[in-house]
């Protein structure tokens, strides 16, 4: 698989990368021998930019990648975030301060069973933390050889100039893809501006793109797509329509719905690097072909047009969650 530099300062990935939270928490039970082998199998494809988080588990998903890349490690490049408070195994709220950012990164290095993270990010933006005290933490971070990069995840425009003035942002984290594009009046600019690399999460709209979901009702009660807003009711009706034109384009080609919406999102910008999640190898070696998969512009423009933000019907999260969107 080809590489992409992820922004300006010297991170070079994977075109294509892989959440690893499905593997430990959100969409079902775990299967660790399964996750393990497409932990094996991304390394093999070339699949090597991989993305965990404290909070993932807790802290299950990072232990899971640090059994999986023993021996491994000088083949992939790990990112992982700290900014949720845990107590007793939950996420009760989210903290940036120093103290505790310095506890998490000890923690993730740890846990992955590594010297350094190569990216690590602030998950959510804490209110009552200055970035400036953030950025300026993991400054010292990366000076002492703990960090290699700086990220960001679903910062807004005013945190984004304020965490770079202080130390350089390498990527920010946020969900974009053709089911979700908030970011494309404001943020993408600014980035493109700065320098800095997009990592879109849940590029397939949590499934709803690859054409093989069901209404929210349907799923387990330890599945997060039972609370999703845009799988309950008409809402799932009024999305399944407007997704139709990527399964239309993906039979044209040969291909499946989820390689269309990676390839649209490759085909945005050469400084746009994905990161589907999946916890089983063939879900991983198909979403790995996109990266072969063209689209022509005619293709792009009805993709662009039949997915506009106003034809989704239903908010991205629900209330308490959408609250920590820097937005």
């Known amino acids: 698989m080809k590489q992409r530099s992820l922004g300006k300062q010297g991170l070079v990935v994977s075109e294509i990368g892989l959440g690893c939270m499905g593997m430990s928490q959100s969409y079902g039970p775990a299967d660790e021998a399964e996750s393990i082998a497409t932990l094996h199998r991304a390394i093999e494809l070339g699949v090597t930019f991989l993305d965990t988080a404290e909070v993932y588990g807790p802290y299950r998903n990072e232990e899971l990648l640090g059994r999986a890349l023993r021996g491994r490690r000088n083949a992939v490049t790990i990112a992982t975030k700290f900014g949720f408070d845990i107590e007793d195994g939950r996420m009760v709220g989210v903290t940036s301060r120093p103290d505790r950012i310095r506890k998490a990164v000890d923690g993730s290095l740890q846990r992955l069973q590594i010297e350094?993270?190569?990216?690590l990010y602030q998950h959510r933006v804490d209110p009552q933390v200055p970035?400036?005290?953030v950025a300026g933490v993991v400054?010292?971070?990366v000076q002492a050889g703990k960090v290699r990069y700086f990220g960001l995840s679903e910062a807004g425009v005013a945190n984004i100039r304020r965490a770079h003035a202080v130390h350089p942002v390498t990527a920010l984290q946020s969900e974009y893809s053709l089911w979700e594009r908030n970011l494309e009046s404001e943020i993408i600019p600014l980035l493109r501006e700065l320098g800095i690399g997009l990592v879109p999460f849940s590029p397939l709209g949590r499934g709803f793109l690859a054409g093989?979901?069901?209404r929210a009702e349907e799923y387990p009660a330890d599945d997060f797509r039972r609370n999703d807003p845009r799988f309950q009711g008409e809402n799932f009706d009024a999305n399944m329509r407007a997704a139709s034109v990527v399964r239309d384009i993906a039979k044209a080609h040969g291909g499946t719905p989820s390689q269309i919406a990676l390839a649209w999102l490759?085909?945005?910008?050469?400084?746009?690097v994905p990161i589907p999640g999946t916890k089983r190898r063939a879900y991983l070696e198909e979403n790995a072909a996109a990266a072969s998969l063209q689209l022509s512009a005619n293709e792009?423009?009805?993709?662009?047009?039949a997915l506009k933000p106003e034809a989704i019907a239903g908010p991205r999260y629900a209330e308490k969650a959408m609250r920590m969107i820097d937005r």
């Open 300 to 305: 792009m423009e009805r993709l662009d047009d």
């Open 139 to 141: 400054s010292e971070l």
């Open 116 to 119: 350094t993270i190569d990216l």
């Open 212 to 214: 093989n979901v069901k």
């Open 131 to 133: 970035i400036e005290d």
């Open 266 to 272: 490759l085909q945005k910008g050469d400084d746009i």
